[in-house]
């Protein structure tokens, strides 16, 4: 039963497009049919239980996986039938973090980050060195420039993907689970950062998190994901308010409710 | 009955799929070096890790084989009182044979598990979709400089292992059995002749070209083998089979190579 995006009425460009998403590693059936639309310069916050594919969604986006069934189109063009060049022109508006942080781990941070810059451009050491420590300052890491990844907490490692994601001031970032693993400080602060960037740059967001309600104030459209389907794709106030079952249990479980019998609960909070 | 056809069948198609890929990813690489810019530092760079690097050790296995080489060569050749063709002998057998498949399979060991080990990681932690979605060509970015460093290297590697393997054999003629100097290198410049200089330049060339690309292509399609190349324990395994899978293919490349340039 899933709900058709709640978007009619949004009129800036598509820039991303999954249609009847389906898609099976051997026998397990893990998108069953994900219809998404992302709005240019809006930012779609993308929520459900671990494990129901929401870093596979990402990848489909990113063109690293490919759909059973169904389309995924960036900018109009389905991945699908892209050459690796045409793909690669698409990816070079994008910023991505993965869930992982996949950092480059024969390399130092201050490489990571400027990795892309030394490849992608043509700018000489001084630029890139202002536009890397620039980066990193913003994620407060301009101590452990010398540090390998393997020698960093795993908020540090995470801070590192998003500078690296951010360096080249892409149109489309993918944030998988950006503040997993940060404290609420660190978290707040990334979150003002997003918020001012988005403002300067006006990009476009897919974020995928499991910091509900907070990770609401910087969406505009929330999904949850749940069977293998979207159960609904909506503005973040009407998704508190929705009325569509499964988006409400979700809701109330983050508020708080943790479905104990009444005797468990009492027993729970005496 | 049906199973045994099915799983025939099945393995028909793992095996077609894997010498495809190693198709496709050699095809890929090549086209990578033609449509973009040409950067000569990681190239560098991997000529030392392949080429300067096993510098030792092909001086090492060099010097032994030559001298090995001298010592049997001696034995047999003084049974028909032909000691004097010990110079050619030991050149021809280095240049034309041992020395190309020797360095080869030293460099296997040294630098193609280190290659296929790295790319495998890289693989397995998902650094080379990091890649591509920075619009980086891992095939440009990650292979090519490799592919190029090891199509430089063996032949310059091999020519040491010939030079040394050379004097090894000087070494135990002169040393062990007083043979006479002048014969054995002026009997090497009579016989050994372009031809089997050509016949080790290739090999070595071909080698090269074999041993970084099967590595490479193991360790960039790790997580496509057949037995599951998860986790430290699918790297190391899929790094032997692809030392085992190279330096098979170099012995097979070798009798190849000898069997048209004869
Ligand atoms: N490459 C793969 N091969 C096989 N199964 C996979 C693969 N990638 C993901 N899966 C399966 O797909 C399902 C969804 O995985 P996914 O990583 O998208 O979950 P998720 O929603 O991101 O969870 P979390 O919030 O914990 O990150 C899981 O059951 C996982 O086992
Ligand atoms: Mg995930």
């Known amino acids: 039963m899933s709900t058709v995006n709640s978007q009619a009425q949004n009129n800036s460009p598509v820039v991303i497009e999954l249609a009847g998403v389906k898609k099976r590693f051997g026998r397990q059936m893990v998108l069953r049919g994900v219809d998404l639309v992302v709005h240019e310069g809006r930012t779609l916050v993308i929520v459900g239980a671990s494990g129901t594919g929401k870093s596979v969604i990402i990848k489909h986006m990113l063109g690293l996986i490919n759909p059973s069934r169904g389309t995924v189109k960036v900018f109009g063009r389905d991945l699908q039938r892209l050459n690796r060049r045409e793909l690669n022109e698409v990816r070079s508006s994008f910023g991505?973090?993965?869930?992982?942080?996949?950092?480059?781990d024969s390399m130092n941070v201050y490489d990571n980050v400027a990795l892309p810059l030394r490849e992608r451009t043509r700018q000489s050491k001084e630029e890139?060195?202002?536009?890397?420590?620039?980066?990193?300052?913003?994620?407060?890491?301009?101590?452990?420039?010398?540090?390998?990844?393997?020698?960093?907490?795993?908020?540090?490692?995470?801070?590192?993907?998003?500078?690296?994601?951010?360096?080249?001031?892409?149109?489309?970032?993918?944030?998988?689970?950006?503040?997993?693993?940060?404290?609420?400080?660190?978290?707040?602060?990334?979150?003002?950062?997003?918020?001012?960037?988005?403002?300067?740059?006006?990009?476009?967001?897919?974020?995928?998190?499991?910091?509900?309600?907070?990770?609401?104030?910087?969406?505009?459209?929330?999904?949850?994901?749940?069977?293998?389907?979207?159960?609904?794709?909506?503005?973040?106030?009407?998704?508190?308010?929705s009325e569509q079952p499964m988006i409400r249990a979700f809701v109330e479980e983050t508020m708080g409710h943790l479905y104990l019998s009444d005797e468990e609960e009492a027993d729970f909070y005496a | 009955m049906r199973a045994f056809f099915e799983k025939i069948g099945y393995e028909t198609l793992r095996f077609l799929e894997s010498y495809g890929r190693l198709g496709i990813f050699l095809v890929r690489t090549l086209k990578s070096l033609f449509t973009s810019a040409f950067k000569l530092r990681p190239v560098l760079r991997q000529i030392h890790f392949i080429?300067?690097?096993?510098?030792?050790?092909?001086?090492?296995?060099?010097?032994?084989?030559?001298?090995?080489?001298?010592?049997?060569?001696?034995?047999?050749?003084?049974?028909?009182?032909?000691?004097?063709?010990?110079?050619?002998?030991?050149?021809?057998?280095?240049?034309?044979?041992?020395?190309?498949?020797?360095?080869?399979?030293?460099?296997?060991?040294?630098?193609?598990?280190?290659?296929?080990?790295?790319?495998?990681?890289m693989r397995n932690s998902e650094q080379i979709d990091a890649l591509e979605c920075m619009a980086i060509d891992p095939y440009r970015y990650l292979i090519s400089p490799?592919?190029?460093?090891?199509?430089?290297?063996?032949?310059?590697?091999?020519?040491?292992?010939?030079?040394?393997?050379?004097?090894?054999?000087?070494?135990?003629?002169?040393?062990?059995?007083?043979?006479?100097?002048?014969?054995?290198?002026q009997g090497m410049y009579l016989n050994v002749d372009?031809?089997?200089?050509?016949?080790?330049?290739?090999?070595?060339?071909?080698?090269?070209?074999?041993?970084?690309?099967?590595?490479?292509?193991?360790?960039?399609?790790?997580?496509?083998e057949r037995t599951g190349g998860f986790g430290a324990e699918g790297v190391s395994r899929t790094t032997t089979d692809a030392v085992v899978l190279s330096s098979v293919s170099v012995l097979v490349w070798d009798y190849l190579i000898s069997a048209l340039m004869i």
């Open chain 2, 146 to 185: 490799k592919l190029l460093a090891g199509i430089f290297c063996l032949p310059l590697l091999t020519a040491i292992f010939d030079v040394i393997g050379i004097l090894g054999g000087y070494l135990v003629g002169f040393g062990l059995f007083r043979i006479n100097t002048g014969s054995y290198f």
């Open chain 1, 128 to 241: 890139i060195h202002g536009k890397v420590m620039g980066k990193l300052e913003l994620m407060g890491l301009e101590k452990s420039v010398d540090k390998f990844p393997a020698q960093l907490s795993g908020g540090m490692r995470k801070r590192v993907g998003l500078a690296r994601a951010l360096v080249l001031d892409p149109k489309v970032v993918f944030f998988d689970e950006p503040t997993t693993g940060l404290d609420v400080h660190k978290s707040n602060e990334l979150y003002r950062l997003f918020y001012r960037t988005q403002q300067q740059l006006g990009y476009t967001a897919v974020i995928v998190s499991h910091d509900v309600p907070k990770i609401f104030k910087l969406a505009d459209e929330v999904a949850l994901l749940a069977d293998g389907q979207v159960q609904g794709c909506m503005p973040p106030e009407d998704f508190q308010m």
């Open chain 2, 194 to 224: 372009w031809a089997d200089i050509k016949m080790g330049l290739v090999k070595s060339l071909v080698f090269g070209l074999l041993l970084v690309w099967i590595a490479a292509c193991k360790g960039f399609y790790l997580h496509l």
């Open chain 2, 51 to 121: 080429g300067v690097r096993s510098t030792f050790v092909i001086l090492f296995t060099g010097l032994f084989t030559g001298m090995v080489l001298g010592l049997q060569g001696y034995y047999t050749l003084n049974k028909f009182g032909s000691e004097g063709f010990l110079g050619s002998a030991v050149a021809l057998g280095l240049i034309r044979e041992l020395g190309p498949v020797l360095t080869a399979l030293m460099v296997i060991g040294r630098a193609g598990s280190a290659i296929c080990a790295e790319i495998g990681i």
């Open chain 1, 96 to 104: 991505v973090l993965f869930q992982n942080a996949a950092l480059f």
